[in-house]
């Protein structure tokens, strides 16, 4: 089921796929963020606005699901498992391994890798919203942290 999709390039030689179930919950997102979020937390804004900065902080989100299994791919290929590919799909994303982890420790260092990565870019994200909400010209920057941090 996964392999169907559309291929979108590689990052570190590994193929990145979206596959079309992605789509949906693009739209779904990124239409929450849009006509309930952004409204809220900022009245001031208009419907183009928010509906631009839903489109960015989806597009960040997913980017950032894919960071996460990137590291889970890269930890598992410097362990010498081959990775296929990486396919972002409607529950997130998932690395296809040529084999699976031979040792516990490999193992554990796969799965630690990718919460590691999401929790850097919280990190960064939340570093972010509390350096730019004081500025009022990067107001728009700032909401984008402010949802994507932890």
């Known amino acids: ?16 796929r979206i596959h ?6 693009f739209v779904l997102v990124t239409w929450s963020l849009a006509i309930g979020y952004f409204p809220q ?28 299994e990137l590291m889970h791919s890269l930890i598992a290929r410097s362990a010498g498992i081959p990775i296929v590919s990486i396919t972002l799909f409607i529950f997130g994303g998932v690395s ?12 554990f260092r796969m799965a630690f890798a ?3 990565a999401s929790l850097v ?3 960064i994200f939340l570093a972010g919203w509390i350096w730019l909400r004081s500025i009022p010209q990067f107001e728009f920057a700032a909401a984008i942290c402010r949802w994507l941090g932890p």
């Open 41 to 68: 937390a900022y009245l001031h804004w208009n419907l183009a606005t928010s509906i631009l900065a839903g489109v960015i902080t989806s597009l960040l989100f997913f980017a950032s699901v894919l960071v996460h």
């Open 96 to 107: 296809q391994m040529g084999e699976e982890p031979r040792q516990p420790q490999v193992e």
């Open 1 to 16: 089921m996964l392999a169907e999709g559309i291929n979108i390039g590689k990052a570190f030689g590994i193929p990145l």
């Open 114 to 116: 990718g919460p590691l």
């Open 20 to 25: 079309y179930s992605w789509f949906i919950v």
């Open 121 to 123: 870019l919280g990190g």
